[in-house]
């Protein structure tokens, strides 16, 4: 549940603000952004990759884990996703995760998936933010899932979390969401895409030091 209120004033930091600070506000939002994509007859604004720290984009690592080939694996600390490959490789992504007190681990497996999906605020969210609409259309500029959405489930009931895309790229790399993991949009097509229903999922507050040269993985291949 990754809202924050700059998601309700036209999706984050564009609209904070008054008078002088808006434009400076819009300009720095906008910058994330670069030029639109349209997937499956939805055009969405485009992640200007060039203003995100390397670190963060989608690569091929060296890992070792004793996860089956296909699991989902998220260090929490250090705000990557890694989908575990063969050869001791992974595909990681640079994640943003649970601020302090929405912190969650353990395991759950992926038991269904949207496109474009309808955001619809728990009860429990919309006590804490009563101006929350009731639910925000699929597709909408204004929803917080982005373009896709990855519901994780334990022993067959529903988390509540997610793996999703977001409207505030510069959020990726921080403790920013109410529980939810979220990429990078095109990183959550990318995902999606690799997660067929059933996919293990494993969610660690600490992991990252299992891979190989963990200080220098800047420095690995990046994926195309």
Request: proline residues 7%.
């Amino acid at each position: 549940m990754p809202w924050t209120r700059r998601n309700i004033v036209l999706g984050g930091l564009a609209l904070l603000g008054a008078g002088a600070v808006r434009k400076p506000a819009f300009a720095a939002a906008s910058s994330f952004f670069d030029g639109t994509i349209v997937d499956n007859g939805v055009t969405f604004r485009r992640t200007n990759f060039a203003k995100i720290d390397k670190k963060w984009h989608r690569q091929v690592v060296k890992y070792f884990s004793s996860e089956p080939i296909g699991t989902v694996v998220v260090d929490t600390r250090h705000h990557f996703l890694y989908v575990i490959m063969e050869n001791k490789t992974a595909i990681r992504y640079g994640v943003g995760v649970g601020r302090e007190g929405f912190k969650w681990f353990g395991r759950a497996t992926i038991d269904s998936k949207s496109l474009w999906p309808r955001w619809t605020p728990p009860p429990e969210m919309r006590k804490r933010h009563p101006e929350l609409p009731e639910f925000v259309a699929g597709g909408s500029p204004k929803n917080p899932l982005g373009p896709r959405a990855m519901y994780l489930h334990r022993d067959g009931v529903d988390t509540g979390y997610r793996f999703h895309g977001t409207l505030e790229p510069w959020s990726i790399g921080k403790d920013a969401s109410s529980g939810c993991i979220r990429m990078f949009n095109e990183d959550a097509i990318d995902l999606y895409q690799r997660c067929p229903i059933g996919t293990a999922v494993q969610v660690l507050p600490h992991i990252a030091d299992q891979a190989e040269n963990a200080a220098q993985v800047s420095q690995t291949t990046p994926v195309e």
